[in-house]
């Protein structure tokens, strides 16, 4: 293991190798969110943004406090270029960062885009290195010394961004660390490329490679197990303070880790703050799958508009004695309210909830015979009971219980 230097290029003063980590003191701290949306976001398979739908997302993100942005991709060429040209010169209070391979042509794609922040990429993997650009680590540590040193001589912020990093060997990752930090990058971006970490795995390569550098260390979570917000949780844990996202989780393949779930599970369950304004999650959220063509799914966590609807009895009955029962997260938190809607899973406190805020009262035996109608019906049409309908139910409980009645009179004679 590379011993720790003893300042980085900012000046901080070494500090001593941690022997638990700041939340694992229980102390409360600022993670900042890089967002990733208009980069790998836009990765994902089909979606492509217009120059003004871009610019109007990073004007969503700088209004919910997003710190950062990695805002495109320079070499991919004169729109795009002058798209973070024009994201740049809106100066909205964010940091715009292009992102690059670790190459000189993708550098100077940046210088025209107007960005002052760059991330230089290098695939850190011997598997990327050999497979995809046929070099080594000796090559990939003198082009990210060659490549860094250039971009801080042209006056970028450097931020180091080590591709496939959760395959690669941890021994290098440090020695990339030290690589960057003497040639003057102010971060290292450790991405789990495939998605193939799991929290534990997660956790021990931050907390390795934050032990051996004083570089900042950002994670870039994919989701291909389902797993991109749970590893930025344990990333974050492990000692990252950056944590790259993006809006719902948008990006290559699976996404990546939704920066409205890494904010918010920070806030309620690591002690960490972001600074990110909840109410505008739902907006930002809405903004972009309309940009991307791709509609919120109703049960998307913080986000979707079903998750903080409730259907079940045994929920809905607890949640009108105490709503602590069955909620943990506030809506109100989030600019959103609790709904409780009918259906197969109700029970008669609900009816009885539902009628009342119609004006109605039943007993029990009424109460029940409208459930009924309410089960059937939302078995038939996979819907919801609507107030009207529930209303129509009522009122034929009356006629059906006078034809009930004259049956077993009927029957009775
Ligand atoms: C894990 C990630 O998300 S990485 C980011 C992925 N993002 C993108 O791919 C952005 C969109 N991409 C593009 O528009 C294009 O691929 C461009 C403009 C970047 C490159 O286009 P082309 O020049 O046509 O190259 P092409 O796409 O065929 O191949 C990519 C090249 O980048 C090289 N490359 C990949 N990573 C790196 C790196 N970190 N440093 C240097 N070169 C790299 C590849 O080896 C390949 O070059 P080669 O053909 O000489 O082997
Ligand atoms: O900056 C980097 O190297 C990370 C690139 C990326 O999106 C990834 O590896 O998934």
């Known amino acids: 293991m590379l011993a720790k230097s003893p300042s980085n290029s900012s000046g901080r003063s070494q500090r001593p190798a941690p ?5 694992e003191l229980g102390m409360t701290r600022t993670v900042l969110l890089n967002d990733t949306t208009l980069r790998d976001g836009e990765q994902a398979p089909g979606v492509a943004f217009s120059r003004r739908e871009k610019i109007e997302i990073a004007e969503a993100l700088a209004a919910a406090g997003v710190p950062e942005i990695e805002a495109g991709t320079p070499a991919m060429g004169d729109e795009e270029v002058e798209t973070l040209r024009s994201i ?17 042509d993708d550098l100077m794609a940046a210088v025209a885009a107007g960005v002052t922040a760059v991330n230089l990429s290098i695939p850190s993997s011997d598997r990327q290195l050999k ?21 801080r001589q042209l006056g970028f912020s450097v931020a180091v961004g080590c591709e496939d990093a959760s395959r690669a060997d941890q021994e290098f990752l440090c020695r990339i660390a030290e690589a960057a930090r003497e040639a003057g990058a102010f971060r290292l971006r450790l991405a789990d490329t495939l998605g193939v970490l799991d929290p534990f795995s997660a956790y021990a ?19 291909d197990l389902g797993l991109a917000t749970a590893n930025t949780l344990a990333a974050v844990s492990g000692g990252a303070r950056h944590c790259s996202v993006t809006v719902t ?28 304004d909840p109410v505008a999650l739902r907006p930002l959220a809405e903004l972009v799958a309309r940009a991307s063509g791709r509609p919120l799914a109703r049960s998307k966590a913080i986000v979707g508009d079903d998750v903080f609807t409730h259907e079940s009895g045994i929920h809905v009955s607890g949640l009108l004695k105490d709503r602590a029962t069955y909620e943990a997260l506030s809506p109100q938190m989030l600019g959103r309210d609790h709904r409780v809607v009918l259906g197969k899973h109700s029970g ?3 009816i009885a909830k539902a009628l009342a805020d119609e004006g109605l009262a039943v007993d029990e035996a009424r109460g029940r015979a409208i459930l009924a109608r ?15 309908v529930l209303r129509r139910f009522y009122e034929d409980s009356f006629t059906e219980e006078a034809l009930r009645r004259r049956h077993a009179a009927v029957m009775g004679a």
């Open 348 to 350: 008669l406190a609900a």
């Open 374 to 388: 309410v089960r059937e019906f939302a078995t038939r049409t996979k819907q919801s009971v609507s107030p009207e």
């Open 131 to 151: 497979g995809k650009l046929g070099r080594d680590r000796d090559w990939a540590l003198g082009t990210l010394r060659r490549v860094v040193g250039l971009a």
């Open 88 to 104: 740049a010169s809106l100066n909205l209070p964010l940091r715009v960062v292009a992102w690059c391979r670790m190459s000189e």
């Open 19 to 23: 022997s638990a980590t700041a939340l």
């Open 249 to 276: 989780g948008l990006g290559e393949r699976a996404g990546n880790a939704a920066l409205e779930e890494v904010a918010i599970a920070l806030r309620q369950t690591a002690r960490a703050e972001t600074g990110i």
């Open 205 to 223: 390569l931050v907390r390795r490679v934050a032990n051996a550098t004083d570089l900042e260390i950002e994670f870039h979570a994919h989701d």
